[in-house]
């Protein structure tokens, strides 16, 4: 769903600039809606166009649609350049101020001249915004701390980055003395694979004690709010971090709200209301009695659901499963008895095979695949045949000096060349036990083409795992274009199991794609695709994935045995 975000936006600016310009209300408000439906869409924009069914979609008539169409053709829409030119009013950079929406916006443009954040901040300071309608000192110093907030927020972290920051903070603040618990929330508990900033919660009594020791711990660089129970930061990073001090009587109803998401928590106050109850950050009330929030379990039970684990709640289907108490049993770092997909010195890995296999031991592994690249790969100093052979000896030899405690698996993570042909000869393929095959070259081409190019491969007797299936980098690089539902087709008939692919940046298959390979009923390999020792730990950001993708123990290969492994993946 490429295009679908970059038409949405362009759609809502259209809205915004035409509000701010205030002539036509009603078109303004047309686009907004427009907008949100698109981005509601569960097909990709440019399908549906080419169906030429795009008025079919609410909230798009025939003027919208002509819009859409130029975009797709052009990537313009000559309204919006027009507008751009009459309102030049950076939108996105003033809406990226809490509390500051199209009208506020608006005023400071019509009265000020405001256009962006820098021209916001001379108002300020020459004290332009007093006087203003509707402004007074209260909601003039919200802006001013917002505009940091603004500057501050402006991009996402991975998952992996801001974790360790914000577990050593939770640590730190959990060892100061009135501390009951101290915890993340927001989008961190949840596991999404980017952070837009860090939520804290703290049970304590005393909050200011506790904001005064936050701001002047070590790693923060920057106070942008500091208030009696919320205080806003910047870590030395650059990540923001926002902490929140609840009393100890809130504090479930707050890690639940706080939580989120939006989506999920809106969900739930609804539930809450037809029971007669008020849900909010403090707590679950019959009237003004409290009925359930000190702890998170008793908010969800008294709204006649199962606990929610964390990486469900998006609002995907998790509320109505809990209701009908057919929530799935999400898979577990402990459930994972081996990895798959695993590097070397060989090939472009850091560590030697000993020192590999010295860290999976570690980890109580009962058996371990080595898969380096092959040959065509020359970046990754890629394996030819002879090299191959030569490897499959010396792991025939570690099996047998019975040096580790686990199995030794030869494998090779095979290139997809051009046509869907496989980067070994079949006669190593033959000798091999585990073969991952993923694509690393020639990743712009046609979606057609990229289909037919990995279907093919997938029909090999050899293709045992489809390495990450979507060559994504999180933050870097977007999904190459492809026809997943093909894909998974095509390894269904072939008996070939999906990757999800641990590493931090790639965590691919996306989560939309783990739930479609489950109702395709494929099953799952979850391999860290380590390059050194220390890479294996990533497991458990594939865990995470795999527990927000609805994933449990039973779909996932490298939770068997490995005489079931091995048996699971015949041809
Ligand atoms: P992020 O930071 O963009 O990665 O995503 P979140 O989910 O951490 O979002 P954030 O930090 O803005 O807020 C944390 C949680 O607080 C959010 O998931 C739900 C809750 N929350 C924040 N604002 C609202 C709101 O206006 N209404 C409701 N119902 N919940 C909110
Ligand atoms: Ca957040
Ligand atoms: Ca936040
Ligand atoms: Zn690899």
């Not at 949840?190 to 002047?216: N, P, Q």
């Not at 639940?256 to 707590?283: M, P, S």
């Not at 209701?323 to 590097?343: N, S, V, Y």
């Not at 698996?409 to 079949?426: P, R, S, T």
Request: hydrophobic share 40%; net charge negative; charged share 30%.
């Amino acid at each position: 769903m490429t295009k679908n975000r970059e038409v949405a936006q362009a759609l809502e600016e259209i809205s915004l600039l035409l509000q701010i310009e205030g002539k036509d209300k009603f078109k303004s408000l047309s686009y907004a809606r427009a907008a949100r439906s698109i981005t509601g869409l569960g097909e990709d924009i440019e399908n549906i166009r080419d169906r030429g069914e795009l008025t079919n979609v609410p909230g798009i008539g025939k003027a919208i649609a002509d819009k859409i169409e130029s975009f797709l053709d052009t990537g313009e829409i000559k309204l919006l350049v027009e507008l751009r030119e009459r309102v030049p009013v950076k939108v996105w950079e003033l809406e990226a101020i809490p509390d500051v929406g199209p009208k506020t916006i608006s005023l400071l443009y019509r009265e000020l001249g405001v256009t962006d954040l820098v021209s916001l901040e001379e108002a300020l300071d020459a004290g332009k915004l007093e006087g203003l309608k509707g402004m007074g000192k209260k909601t003039i110093s919200k802006i001013a701390d917002g505009i940091k907030i603004a500057r501050a927020g402006a991009s996402r972290t991975l998952l992996a980055e801001a974790m360790p920051i914000a577990n050593r903070l939770v640590e730190r603040l959990s060892r100061i003395s009135d501390v009951n618990q101290a915890v993340v929330a927001g989008s961190l508990r949840r596991r999404r694979e980017t952070i837009g900033d860090i939520d804290i919660l703290v049970d304590a009594s005393k909050a200011s004690k506790i904001m005064d020791a936050f701001v002047g711990m070590e790693d923060i660089a920057d106070v942008l709010v500091k208030g009696p129970t919320k205080s806003s930061v910047r870590t030395k990073d650059g990540l923001r971090i926002d902490l929140r001090v609840l009393p100890t009587e809130s504090y479930g109803a707050g890690l639940q709200y706080f939580t989120g998401n939006i989506d999920h928590n809106v969900k739930l106050r609804a539930i809450a209301k037809t029971k007669g109850l008020l849900l909010n950050e403090y707590g679950l009330f019959r009237n003004d009695e409290q009925v359930a929030g000190q702890g998170e379990e008793g908010i969800y039970d008294a709204l006649g659901l199962d606990y929610i684990p964390p990486e469900l709640r998006e609002d995907m289907g998790e509320i109505e499963a809990a209701q009908e108490g057919k929530l799935p049993k999400l898979i577990k770092l402990e459930d994972i008895r081996g990895d798959l997909h695993t590097h070397t010195d060989q090939s472009d890995g850091k560590n030697t095979i000993d020192e590999m296999l010295d860290a999976a031991v570690e980890k109580d592994y009962e058996y371990y695949c080595v898969s380096d690249h092959t040959q065509s790969l020359t970046i990754a100093n890629g394996m030819d045949e002879a090299h191959v052979l030569k490897r499959i000896e010396e792991i025939d030899e570690l099996n047998a000096s019975g040096r580790w405690k686990m199995k030794i698996l030869k494998g090779a993570e095979v290139d997809i060349l051009a046509h869907g042909e496989l980067d070994l000869d079949d006669s190593v393929l033959d000798q091999l036990d585990i073969i991952t095959l993923s694509i690393h070259s020639r990743m712009k081409d046609t979606k057609q083409v990229m289909t037919e190019r990995v279907c093919h491969a997938l029909e090999s007797k050899y293709a045992h795992i489809l390495g990450h299936p979507t060559g994504r980098l999180l933050l870097k690089r977007p999904e190459f274009e492809i026809d997943m539902e093909k894909v998974f087709e095509t390894a269904r008939h072939n008996n070939v199991v999906m990757e999800l692919n641990a590493h931090p940046q790639r965590l691919d298959l996306n989560v939309g794609n783990l739930r479609a390979a489950k109702r395709w009923g494929l099953r799952i390999a979850i391999n860290t695709d380590a390059h050194r020792t220390g890479e294996l730990d990533y497991m458990q950001y594939g865990i995470f994935q795999a527990r927000r993708g609805w994933v449990e123990k039973y779909d996932v290969i490298n939770t068997l045995p490995p005489k079931e492994l091995m048996k699971s993946l015949r041809k």
